[in-house]
């Protein structure tokens, strides 16, 4: 199983990102996915994830309502937009991958992608 993310940058407060996560050597459909975050002198935190049962798609309260996660199973790719970036959503983004939603709630999996840079500057 591996993951890689991309697509972090540095952007100004109030403008978008899209996050791209190229996966393989696992069926997307058959796993929950998530978004991770680092921010400088914090622990990792959960940004969003889906559930592989339902896709019911879960959003952390900093984040809902600007970020939107998403899986292309025919390309094997997880995504995460994010609009209206602020100040705060600097970080290092991590995509993860788990069979259970749980795993992928708490970041407890072995399937992480090595992360990408987003810098929100004025």
């Known amino acids: 199983v591996q993951l890689q993310a991309s697509g972090g940058g540095l952007v100004r407060p109030g403008s978008s990102l899209r996050l791209s996560c190229a996966t393989s050597?696992?069926?997307?459909?058959?796993?929950?996915i998530a978004w991770f975050r680092q921010i400088p002198g914090k622990g990792r935190e959960g940004v969003s994830c889906?559930?592989?049962?339902?896709?019911?798609?879960y959003y952390s309260d900093a984040v809902k309502g600007r970020f939107t996660i998403s899986g292309d199973n025919a390309r094997s790719a997880i995504f995460l937009q994010m609009d209206n970036l602020k100040l705060e959503d600097a970080a290092v983004y991590y995509c993860l991958a788990a069979k259970g939603l749980w795993a992928v709630i708490t970041g407890a999996t072995d399937y992480w992608g090595q992360g990408t840079q987003v810098t929100v500057s004025s």
């Open positions: 889906r559930s592989r049962r339902d896709g019911s798609i």
């Open positions: 050597g696992f069926e997307m459909d058959r796993y929950a």
